[in-house]
């Protein structure tokens, strides 16, 4: 008996020492960790941002806290964000390499990857988005053939109030997916409606539980656990986004792109077998990452624009008329108009500032022995930029807590952008899809606006501000009223 005490007392002490944790020397400061959980037992993993905006307020700017075993130094507030991601945007511009999302992604693609691979593939992108007038159809036309779909669905449905998760899910993969592939799909397509239910799984499994447990106990990792499904919703999105590949190939005439996809196979035409990272596995993960990156984020943010919109209609009239004196006889906006509408333009800027689509950004670690704000922190550690905290900053914002565009406005009504302003992030690793997502939400807020009323439906009940936390975040599900406004 007493044997199987001792024996009991010391396999706990071996696991103490196994997962012990201890900060190293000069490291920001943080709660104590508890072995093999850290501070994930401290904080609300269903919505975390309440408690590290407290943890902010105790340990300061830049603190630190255990995942698991692992620390991570937490940036709050504007001036630690720009001395970590600007001024030292090559020392803290890394990616985790050993988490469930770096697993899922084979840690190919763009966003999870470092070195020689993530520059290639980011420089590729930029380009390749930026040239996109790619001969023959501009990226402004595409979004705009797009818009064409949603305001003919909303003539249908005028007087009625519709599901609006379905309808901008649907644009938004759909414009990304004329990018990557140069076509659109119709709402009850086969490939739109299961990759994005698969996004959507994926993203709830990387958002729950399963996945921390992933993280904390390396040794459960290939048994039958739930979070095995995200993997199986990857290989079946991989696959078909490989069926796509397969297609493509079939009518590609190498130096005459139609689309992403076409651009990708001729620069692994041109490279040949020269070592470089361009290849066929990669270039799926490549198109999943961007179609990924680029459907909930700005899905989330529209969603969040049209309810602040229908419930906030002095704004929306200001916006309407402001869109009418410009557009004047014209028919439809044009992303050059952006710069005579004042309103609009910081309307559609404090959307995004209160929609806080993506709260702790993607996570970055350091890529060498590096110091901020007076601390030591090593190279490898884990970053997490708290967007949420800056783009909430009280010391940032005239009115940090109400949904004002007075917030994008000078005394002279002119539209001005703080600095403060980061949903995309900044750095070495800011969103490479911000140019498309700026371009997306001004046409299609504006094209709208123009043509229809948004109203909060009779039966909506008490409008509900609170967003669901997640990866990306989303405003609680809502019907969104919509009447003609010549009507
Ligand atoms: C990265 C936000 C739309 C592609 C990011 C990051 C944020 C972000 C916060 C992390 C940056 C960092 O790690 O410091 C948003 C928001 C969007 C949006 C709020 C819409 C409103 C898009 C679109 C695309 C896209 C449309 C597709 C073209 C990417 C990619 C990365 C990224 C590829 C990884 C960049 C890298 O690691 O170098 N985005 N994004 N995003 N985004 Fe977006």
Redesign the pocket.
């Given at each position: 008996m007493l044997g199987s005490v001792i024996l009991l007392w010391i396999g706990f002490g071996l696991l103490f020492l196994l997962f012990r944790t201890r900060r190293p020397k000069n490291f920001p400061p943080g709660p104590r960790p508890v072995p093999i959980f850290g501070n994930l037992l401290q904080l609300n993993m269903a919505n975390p941002l309440n408690d590290l905006r407290k943890l902010s307020e105790r340990y300061g700017k830049v603190y630190s806290i255990y995942i698991g075993s692992m620390p991570a130094v937490v940036l709050n507030g504007l001036q630690a964000m720009k001395e970590a991601?600007v001024t030292q945007s090559v020392e803290f511009a890394g990616r985790p390499e050993d988490l469930m999302v770096n697993h899922l992604s084979e840690s190919k693609g763009?966003?999870l990857t470092n070195g020689a691979m993530?520059k290639e593939h980011?420089r590729f992108?930029l380009t390749t988005?930026r040239n996109f007038g790619l001969g023959k159809r501009s990226m402004e036309e595409r979004i705009l053939g797009e818009i064409s779909y949603i305001a003919s669905h909303l003539e249908n449905n005028a007087g009625k109030a519709i599901d609006s998760q379905i309808l901008f899910h649907t644009a938004s993969f759909n414009i990304?997916c004329t990018v990557l592939f140069g076509t659109r799909y119709k709402h009850e397509d086969e490939f739109l409606q299961s990759t994005i239910r698969r996004i959507t799984e994926i993203t709830k499994i990387l958002n729950g539980p399963w996945s921390m447990i992933y993280e904390m106990l390396p040794v459960l990792r290939h048994l039958p656990l739930p979070f095995q499904k995200a993997f199986q919703n990857v290989n079946m999105v991989r696959k078909s986004l490989a069926d796509q590949v397969s297609q493509h190939k079939e009518s590609w005439v190498p130096g005459e792109p139609r689309d992403l996809t076409d651009c990708y196979l001729d620069e692994m035409d041109k490279r040949g077998d020269d070592g470089s990272s361009f290849n066929e596995k990669q270039q799926i993960i490549y198109l999943l990452?961007?179609l990924f990156?680029?459907t909930d984020?700005?899905a989330n943010?529209l969603l969040t624009a049209f309810l602040y919109l229908m419930t906030h209609p002095d704004v929306q009239e200001r916006c309407q008329k402001e869109i009418d004196e410009v557009l004047g006889e014209k028919e439809q906006a044009s992303y050059e108009d952006r710069h005579k509408m004042p309103y609009t333009q910081a309307m559609i800027h404090e959307a995004?500032r209160v929609a806080d689509?993506?709260p702790l950004?993607?996570f970055?670690t350091t890529t060498k022995d590096t110091r901020l704000m007076g601390y030591h922190i090593p190279k490898g550690t884990v970053i997490i930029?708290n967007?949420s905290s800056v783009l909430s900053e009280e010391s940032q914002w005239k009115f940090p807590k109400e949904f004002n565009p007075s917030n994008f406005l000078n005394d002279q009504g002119e539209f001005v952008k703080p600095e403060a302003f980061m949903?995309?992030?900044t750095?070495s690793?800011?969103?490479?899809?911000?140019g498309?997502?700026r371009m997306e939400?001004f046409l299609i807020l504006v094209t709208l606006l123009r043509r229809f009323k948004f109203v909060w439906p009779e039966d909506g009940g008490v409008p509900d501000y609170t967003l669901i936390y997640g990866l990306t975040q989303t405003p609680k599900p809502y019907r969104l009223g919509v009447r003609l406004r010549d009507s």
């Open positions: 991601l763009i966003v993530w980011r992108a988005l990304i990452d961007l990156a680029g984020t700005t943010t995004q689509t993506v950004s993607v970055h930029p967007l949903p995309f992030s750095g690793r800011v969103c490479l899809g911000e498309l997502a939400l």
